[in-house]
């Protein structure tokens, strides 16, 4: 099972709104990672989660808050988002953060109006 | 930082027919090499993937070279079919020193698209 679950699917959210997406997995993977994904452009990587604990931050706004509240699960918090946020946020997960394989979630897609 | 350059941008084949796709790196410290497919609203997909330590490695229909000298890698699919028409990423991890994790830096992508 090299399975990573992403939800919402979708999500259409005002200026003013809060809300998060949260991914799963259960490959007793220990690194995770939020990326960003424009159209036609390559997945940006914003977070890295080793063992827990946060590891790279990619000079990500904070109005986007990870959280990482057990090895299994990964949070992205999100406030006051800007239109131009309007992307894919991709979920991924690695056995461990070295050269080993990364698996992405089908993402959500984020419109901010 | 890593830079990972992709070509070409497109790539219109016919069905049966072979499709090579071309990455290099900048940084000589990055040691695995993943290649991903994406369909169009999916997250991308793991096809295949080559470590430092080795020059080629094949999957069914799909390889990947590397040359470590060169700093280039390429994924090589033969028998193309309509079902392979995605955009297709390669990607280099770089580990910083001493850490638990590493940094992948993705190509461009490239837009195969297989005519039946």
């Known amino acids: 099972d090299t399975e990573v679950t992403q939800t919402p699917k979708h999500l259409v959210m005002g200026m003013t709104n809060k809300k998060s997406l949260k991914c799963e997995q259960h490959m007793g993977h220990r690194a995770m990672y939020w990326y960003k994904q424009k159209a036609k452009k390559p997945p940006e990587l914003m977070f890295v989660?080793?063992?827990?604990?946060?590891?790279i931050n990619e000079s990500v706004p904070s109005r986007f808050s990870p959280e990482c509240p057990n090895s299994s699960l990964l949070n992205l918090h999100l406030h006051a988002l800007q239109p131009e946020d309007s992307a894919l946020y991709l979920c991924?997960?690695?056995?461990?953060?070295?050269?080993?394989?990364?698996?992405f979630g089908q993402g959500t897609r984020l419109t901010v109006v | 930082g890593e830079n990972v350059e992709q070509h070409p941008s497109t790539l219109s084949v016919q069905e049966g027919d072979s499709a090579v796709i071309k990455c290099t790196y900048s940084d000589s410290a990055s040691n695995y090499f993943p290649w991903y497919k994406q369909e169009l609203g999916k997250g991308p997909q793991l096809i295949i993937d080559?470590?430092?330590?080795?020059g080629e490695k094949k999957d069914q229909r799909i390889a990947v070279t590397l040359n470590k000298t060169a700093k280039h890698f390429s994924l090589h699919i033969t028998e193309t079919q309509p079902e392979d028409s995605a955009v297709y990423f390669c990607a280099a991890l770089f580990n910083a020193g001493g850490t638990s994790y590493g940094k992948l830096t993705f190509g461009q992508g490239t837009i195969l698209t297989v005519h039946p």
């Open positions: 080559i470590r430092s330590n080795v």
């Open positions: 991924a997960s690695s056995r461990t953060g070295r050269n080993t394989e990364a698996f």
């Open positions: 989660y080793s063992y827990e604990k946060l590891s």
